[in-house]
């Protein structure tokens, strides 16, 4: 059987072949944007009927449907320290303003941590000044910390 690695591959690559965009794919699939992208990366687990889906819209063969099923294998995707400049970027936010969003959150929530499992994750853009700027947005559950 194929793996994750193996279908993300062929899977952008019918993506770029269509010049399909995650927007089109996410309203297709019922989903929002980003996570489309996770679904075709394998970095999430599809239902039936969004496997299916996904296996329609790009054209794949149908015996590729339980890779899309199966479930992720969680791992970093990028080299430690990044190498890509736009991921790096993400790293250094959180590395420089770390610390201040930490201590906001704390004073809004309390002594916890935000999720990431159950996360939802938005991209947005946005015109400032008649310059386009990136909103990304982590909208996770907030989690406290036991008390024994």
């Known amino acids: 059987m194929i793996d994750k690695k193996e279908l993300r591959e062929i899977s952008l690559k019918k993506k770029r072949e269509k010049r399909l965009t995650w927007e089109e794919i996410g309203k297709y699939l019922g989903r929002d944007k980003v996570y489309a992208a996770m679904l075709l990366y394998g970095y999430a687990q599809a239902t039936e009927e969004e496997a ?6 790009l054209d794949l063969p149908k015996e590729l449907k339980p890779a899309f099923l199966d479930a992720p294998m969680r791992t970093p995707a990028q080299p430690w320290p990044p190498t890509d400049p736009f991921i790096y970027r993400l790293y250094e936010g959180v590395l420089l303003y770390g610390p201040v969003i930490k201590d906001v959150a704390h004073e809004l929530f309390g002594d916890g ?8 994750i938005y991209v947005d853009k946005v015109i400032e000044n008649n310059y ?3 909103v990304l947005t982590f909208n996770g559950k907030w989690l406290y910390y036991s008390k024994w």
């Not at 941590?113 to 939802?120: E, L, N």
């Open 132 to 134: 386009p700027r990136m």
């Open 113 to 120: 941590i935000m999720s990431m499992i159950d996360v939802k």
């Open 52 to 57: 299916d889906k996904i296996i329609t819209l």
